[in-house]
């Protein structure tokens, strides 16, 4: 209950946070130093999730499961800067296979994710765009397995520093075209679409986890707290995240946009070592929130 508690805390205020951010102004300076708006959109993102896990500090059974995922953005982009920030959250069942005894657990997570990428100095073409920089991403789990008993409830955090290399390239299409399918005809109009690969490489992990399994004795004292146990440990594991997108410019300056992400860490070889893959399948709606202004000098 008071992880619950904290939780639900920790969300609202990042919401409110987040949302009075996103009423700012995105200013650049240009070279001339006026100054012009970078484009804002909200990003609302729906999905699912096939995830994986271990933890060594109860059982070294593999569990396996999907989940449904729920993510909200606010999202800036330009030629020569990108910036992300949100969260995604999510919930689902999971099972052990291949055992004469099924067993189930269920996760639901939180990450909370902030990105800020530049324009690399690399010219490969009108098409292709290149930008580097760093991402933010702090996780929360929240694990329960019912055939573990006294240590059914597993809780921990996971922090990272990435850097980050995101490649694009423009996939527009420039002329009018129209298939025809003899019953009927399918006019396709010129639109702005961008596939984009980013990869994020872990330079800083840390973690705040329990110690090996999770009973422990402070109930017993009548001063119970679940945290008790719990230990931050900094530059310790190592944590890989990539992502695959592909958007789709509307006429009325919206995005809809189709992801994968794959985001995979391990909290350090011990004994209470803790393994977790998750692969994202999304569809986001980005939503325009005002009006881009003119560079300078056009």
């Known amino acids: 209950a008071m992880f619950s508690k904290r939780l639900f805390l920790l969300l609202i205020s990042y919401i409110l946070a987040f949302t009075a951010y996103s009423q700012n102004e995105q200013d650049t300076i240009s070279v001339s130093g006026k100054k012009y708006k970078r484009p804002v959109f909200i990003d609302l993102s729906y999905g699912g999730s096939y995830f994986n896990f271990r933890d060594f500090a109860t059982s070294p059974l593999f569990y396996y499961g999907v989940a449904g995922d729920l993510g909200l953005f606010r999202y800036s982009s330009d030629e020569n800067r990108e910036s992300h920030m949100g969260f995604i959250i999510g919930f689902g069942p999971g099972k052990v296979f291949g055992t004469q005894r099924t067993t189930s657990a269920t996760l639901g997570y939180l990450n909370i994710i902030h990105t800020e990428l530049f324009k690399l100095p690399v010219d490969a073409g009108d098409k292709w765009q290149f930008k580097g920089g760093g991402m933010l991403n702090l996780t929360g789990n929240l694990r329960n397995n ?96 990539s992502s695959v997108e592909y958007k789709i410019h509307l006429h009325n300056k919206n995005i809809i946009k189709l992801s994968y992400l794959w985001d995979a860490y391990h909290t350090g070889k011990e004994t209470d070592e803790l393994e977790m893959a998750r692969h994202h399948f999304l569809i986001s709606f980005l939503f325009k929130l005002d009006k881009k202004l003119k560079k300078p000098g056009k």
Do not use: C, W
Not at 192 to 210: S, V
């Open 146 to 241: 019912s055939s573990l008993y006294n240590n059914s409830l597993g809780m921990e955090a996971i922090g990272t520093l990435f850097g980050s290399l995101r490649a694009g390239y423009d996939v527009s299409r420039v002329r009018h075209k129209v298939i025809d399918l003899k019953l009927f005809k399918i006019n396709l109009h010129p639109r702005k679409r961008e596939i984009f690969l980013q990869l994020n490489l872990g330079m800083f992990n840390a973690t705040y986890r329990n110690g090996y399994a999770y009973t422990q004795q402070s109930g017993l004292l009548n001063d119970y707290s679940y945290f008790k146990g719990h230990r931050l440990k900094i530059f310790h594991g190592y944590r890989l995240n």
